[in-house]
């Protein structure tokens, strides 16, 4: 009996194994010819006070893709850029699926552009669909760009905008000269006291945005981007208060020979915030200051003039940087804030005539790079201390390091006391090389 009964359990056993690999599979299963594939996404605002959003979709064409004799020159299009304005995210894309013959598939998206109209007014409204929603990803990049809807038409070198801004995204911080930011991110900073978030900025043209941020006025965008087959007339008006190059698709004259190159896009810097809302640009230098403090540069070249040296100058690579910073506190009131920058670089280039292994030489070069460090951090906490926002995270230290401080000054902390703290900063740098090992 005990013999039977050990093989009825063993049967039963593997029967119940069986049945489950009988009724194994994918329940939501979609064949990949029923989807069709997002690669990008944009919200924009037609008109400051517009209550309805402007959401832009890059959908994929697959087939396009097919690399090899697969496809001809001049093949189908790699990707349609649909539009559809409604009074939140989640509507426009339902409407949009309603003129759409393929299940609209959002888990592929890398990147989120937001235009600049909709960032200044606030994104944390529209950002809960992106939380909510089980399909999107919290890695998707995070852009601002003055229009959401054509920068999606911009690809360069890859064929897809979305690849562009994909590729970009991860390349682009080897500029020194902007950084990545991702949807995880920029919530966080949402939700941790003493630090304000920030984005990347975009660009569709190098110039494009400078003018707007010189000027300080929103934009006042009256028809959605399009693309242009021929490039403007002298003089032709834009339906849209815009810089004359943006962000209509022109193709751009290109130095020395005058051909007409595509409209490319280009991570200028970054875009600093309020809670959730833009309130300026760092852009190019102004970017790397804030990076230098804030410690959130890996790579990068750098440019030393060496005027004092019969002119030239030499080029650097940056190697390593290590920065700190922490509150400055006396009998319970706060002084100021410490920061210590310490970058290491690599000699690349010296277009100089001068020999690095002179005596005091290599001293010179880094008593230059700590000057002219300490003059771009200096500029941007001008610039951002004008923001009124702290996105270095000054008072996430002071709350970490003195709690009780930070609940006393946390209610004006943007408004009063981080426009006016003394902020110390000590630049030591460092330059490696062959020529260093002779000094001792």
């Known amino acids: 009996m005990t013999i039977l009964r050990s093989k009825h359990k063993c049967f039963l056993v593997a029967l119940l194994i069986l049945l489950l690999l009988v009724n194994s599979g994918c329940w939501g299963r979609r064949e990949t010819g029923d989807l069709a594939i997002v690669g990008s996404i944009g919200l924009d605002l037609i008109e400051p006070d517009d209550e309805e959003v402007l959401v832009s979709l890059e959908i994929v064409n697959p087939d396009a893709l097919a690399v090899g004799p697969q496809r001809p020159p001049g093949g189908p299009q790699v990707a349609w850029i649909i539009r559809e304005q409604a009074t939140s995210a989640s509507n426009a894309i339902a409407a949009m699926q309603r003129r759409t013959p393929r299940w609209l598939f959002l888990g592929q998206i890398s990147t989120l552009v937001v235009g600049q109209t909709l960032a200044r007014r606030g994104i944390l409204p529209y950002l809960d669909f992106f939380v909510r929603h089980g399909e ?22 890859e064929e897809l905008p979305s690849r562009t801004l994909d590729g970009l995204m991860l390349a682009v911080p080897a500029s020194g000269q902007t950084t990545t930011v991702d949807l995880n991110e920029f919530l966080r900073a949402l939700s941790e006291p003493g630090i304000e978030p920030i984005a990347v900025h975009t660009v569709g043209r190098e110039t494009k945005d400078l003018i707007i941020k010189d000027i300080g006025e929103e934009l006042q965008q009256e028809e959605p981007a399009e693309s242009r087959d021929e490039p403007m007339e002298a003089g032709e008006e834009l339906p849209a208060m815009l810089p004359p190059d943006a962000p209509i698709l022109d193709p751009i004259p290109e130095r020395g020979t005058a051909e007409l190159m595509p409209g490319m896009t280009i991570m200028v810097g970054l875009a600093a ?21 804030a410690g959130r540069m890996y790579k990068g070249h750098f440019e030393l003039s060496t005027l004092f040296w019969d002119g030239g100058t030499i080029g650097l690579h940056l190697v390593r940087l290590n920065t700190r910073f922490s509150p400055v506190v006396r009998d319970g009131e706060l002084m100021g804030m410490q920061v210590s920058v ?87 740098s460092r330059v490696r090389g062959a020529e260093t090992l002779l000094r001792e």
């Open 136 to 157: 999107f990803r919290r890695t998707i990049a995070l852009n601002v760009c003055d229009s959401a809807s054509g920068l999606l038409q911009r690809p360069f070198i």
């Open 342 to 428: 310490q970058p290491d670089f690599q000699v690349v280039e010296v277009m100089s005539p001068i020999s690095l292994g002179e005596p005091g030489v290599i001293d010179d070069i880094e008593n230059a790079l700590n000057r002219a460090i300490e003059a771009e951090i200096d500029r941007s906490l001008e610039i951002i201390r004008h923001f009124q926002s702290d996105i270095y995270g000054f008072g996430q230290s002071l709350f970490r390091a003195h709690p009780k401080i930070w609940e006393e000054m946390e209610g004006d902390w943007n408004e009063e006391h981080f426009p006016n703290l003394t902020i110390d900063v000590e630049v030591r």
């Open 273 to 293: 915030f309020r809670d959730d809302r833009l309130v300026g640009f760092l852009d190019g230098y102004d970017a790397r200051g804030y990076l230098w403090v």
